[in-house]
């Protein structure tokens, strides 16, 4: 009987070298599967982390309404709360009053004052309207102090006093011929006006100032966040009222055992659950260990070991922009890819 081997040898190629071909394909799956298998490391009580912006208050007043819910995302510019000022209409008018005083008051010293002396007559009168002339800038000096009330009013009686005395005793004697004499005032008295009208103008700026200072705005963008502040509560200028969780720097914060730490690196890729929607990011920043971080000298030192904390350090994870609008301390789920 014969055998066709040909035939055999067919079928052998047709089909053996298939089954090689499948069986060389399994392997190779194993061995890439093998190679290329992932263990994973899962922390359940990671957190969204950030810094945070505080809002303060421009001006003293009573806090009218606050248009936001806590824990809300905000974009920069966007109105927070409302403010009841306390700087009235009353009190804009007496300071414009206030620096319309101080400018004439500076005017006038600049002008300085003319005096009429006698030229000839009794000596007596010459001392007579010298005291007058004194007398009678001191009484015009007070009164424009008085109205802008640096002094009391006793303090302008006592010039108004001297002066009307000195006139008297001028009025007593008759010279034969005046002339005018004009006296400048002193530097350093126009100097003091001056620095008077400068006070009172940035008295009213900042009182119109602090006048429309009615609206509250977001510095940046990010989360809301109320702290203490009610409405109705009054405030003072500079007094913080809210925070912003600020959206272009915020991150994830896992903690790890040294042990874990160990098996991650800086880049490395990382998956993350947010309220059961799926994200990716990368390591960002690993916190040094207390060896790493402690000097030589330091860690020589004697003595009985101190007792140590559970030992576990930070990882930062960049934040995927599309949950930037989370609160910091949102919960998330973090799978490292080991």
Known sequence: MEIDLSKKAGYFIKYGVAAVIALALVISFAVFSFMNKNETLIVHDAAIAGTF???????????QEISVEDGAFVK????????EVSVTEETLNQLKQNVELANKNLEELKKGHDVVVPVSGGGDYSGAQADLSRAEARKDRMEEL?????????????????????????????????????????????????????????????????????????????????????????????????????????????????????????GGLVSYKIAGE?????????EESAEQTESEPKAMEGGAPQEETDGKRVVKISLNEKVTTKKPGTPVEVIFKL
Do not use: C
């Open 53 to 63: 912006v505080s809002v303060k208050a421009r001006a003293p007043g009573k806090i």
């Open 76 to 83: 920069a510019g966007d109105p927070l709360a409302t403010i």
């Open 146 to 266: 008085y109205k802008m009330g640096a002094i009391s009013q006793v303090k302008r009686n006592e010039a108004v006093a001297d002066y009307e005395a000195a006139k008297a005793r001028a009025a007593a004697v008759r010279p034969q011929t005046y002339q005018t004499v004009h006296h400048s005032t002193s530097p350093e008295i126009i100097e003091n006006a001056a620095l008077a009208v400068r006070q009172a103008e940035m008295a009213l700026k900042r009182a119109r100032e602090d006048a429309a200072a009615t609206e509250i705005l977001s510095p940046v963008d990010g989360a809301f966040f109320k702290e203490s502040a009610e409405v109705g509560v009054e405030v003072q200028a500079g007094m913080r009222l809210f925070n912003i969780g600020d959206a272009a720097n915020m991150w994830i914060e896992a903690r790890l055992s040294p042990e874990d730490i160990k098996k991650i690196r800086m």
């Open 278 to 286: 799926e994200y990716t990011g990368t390591v960002t920043e690993i």
